[in-house]
């Protein structure tokens, strides 16, 4: 997947010297230009520091996003209801491991190191999504999570595969299919459950009821009050804006929740001829800025398990460390007998 991880900045600076503009307001201009007809920046290529910046901030928030996010459904591997639910529960919290493993590779192209971004995700300096902080009290969550946050992630997504910069659109092609399946595992878990008893029924009205408002902050902060969007946007890495996607959401789960059977619970949830779109209740915005800053209701504990499985781990990281430095001197060995 990874193979341009290994072309790293500088790394061919004969060749870029070469082909490269010779100052930095040709290289801007460069740059610039590349922006205007809508090009890709690969790792080796020039780029203003503030976009290699945002990239880390937004790649490395994206890959914290994964791997914090495999928590609240991971909690529901030892609980799934049958032998066929857990088998699709494990492969699907593992894809979003892999997804978080993508997302860092691509950081690292960015000369990011990963040890500093997994210590800022630790030390809380690092944002990851709102979402991943609200509880998975029933089995029923475990299908919203699918059907709903993939969704709304899927949504959000799909815009980034065509993102600026190279290795984080290619990256976000593989996981948007991955993340179509997570989806349709979501509705499928809740359309059987809705098929089932009353009680069943229930459970996955009260967890809908729980986790939509959560899902549409999701997508950020209004545009008006989203601080990175003029700049992200201007540089071709966000291409649809927070609002607009919200929207494009809502629209397009309304449909979904009535062949599903649920009620979305928003009585203000309309459809507006002069619009063309589902209005919506505005949103408690009060509450996403607690979350993202800390205070909801499951951050602390997420945070903990996070460190506790990386120190838990430690010992695979220095077993593997010490078996790549014996291969290296092994082959080192061998190379300068063979000289
Ligand atoms: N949660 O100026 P904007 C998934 C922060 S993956 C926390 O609008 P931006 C897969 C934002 O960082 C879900 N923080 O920011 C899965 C900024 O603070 P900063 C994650 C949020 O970057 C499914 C500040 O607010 N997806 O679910 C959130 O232009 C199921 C101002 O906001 C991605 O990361 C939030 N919801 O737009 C896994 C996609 N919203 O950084 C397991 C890539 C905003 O300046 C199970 N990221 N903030 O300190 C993006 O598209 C963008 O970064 C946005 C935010 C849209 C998330």
Redesign the pocket.
């Known amino acids: 997947m990874y193979t341009q991880s290994l072309d790293l900045p500088g790394q061919h600076a004969d060749a870029a010297q070469a082909s490269a503009p010779q100052d930095e307001a040709a290289r801007q201009a460069a740059f610039d230009a590349c922006m205007a007809a809508d090009g890709k920046i690969e790792p080796q290529d020039w780029m203003p520091q503030a976009y290699r910046k945002t990239l880390v901030?937004?790649i490395s928030?994206?890959a914290h996003?994964?791997i914090v996010?495999?928590l609240p459904?991971g909690n529901w591997i030892s609980r799934a209801p049958s032998l066929k639910r857990k088998a699709i529960l494990l492969a699907k919290v593992q894809d979003?491991g892999g997804h978080g493993l993508y997302l860092y590779s691509a950081a690292e192209t960015l000369d990011a190191s990963r040890d500093d971004l997994v210590d800022a995700l630790h030390s809380g300096r690092a944002?990851?999504?709102?979402?991943f902080n609200y509880p998975t009290l029933t089995w029923a969550d475990v299908g919203v999570?699918g059907w709903l946050?993939?969704g709304a992630?899927i949504m959000?997504?799909i815009p980034?595969c065509r993102c600026s910069y190279g290795p984080y659109a290619r990256a976000m092609i593989r996981i948007c299919k991955e993340?179509s399946f997570?989806q349709r595992q979501g509705f499928d878990a809740l359309l059987a459950m809705m098929r089932g008893t009353d009680a069943q029924r229930e459970m996955v009205q009260d967890a809908v009821d729980r986790w939509w408002f959560p899902v549409l902050?999701?997508?950020?902060?209004p545009d008006a009050a989203?601080?990175?969007?003029a700049q992200?946007m201007a540089w071709g890495i966000?291409r649809i804006s927070?609002d607009d996607l919200r929207q494009k959401f809502v629209d397009a789960t309304v449909e979904q929740a009535r062949v599903l059977g649920v009620t979305l619970p928003d009585p203000g949830l309309l459809w507006n001829a002069e619009r063309g779109h589902y209005d919506y209740r505005p949103l408690d915005w009060d509450e996403f800025w607690r979350v993202?800053n800390g205070d909801g209701p499951c951050n602390k504990e997420r945070l903990a398990t996070r460190v506790k499985a990386h120190e838990e781990g430690a010992w695979v990281r220095e077993a593997a460390l010490a078996h790549a430095a014996k291969v290296a001197e092994r082959e080192a060995r061998a190379s300068r007998a063979a000289a």
């Not at 944002?127 to 979402?131: E, L, R, V």
């Open positions: 901030r937004q928030q994206h996003s994964e996010g495999m459904e979003e944002k990851y999504s709102s979402i999570i946050v993939d992630a959000n997504q980034l993340e997570h902050m999701m997508f950020g902060p989203s601080t990175n969007s992200t966000k927070n993202i």
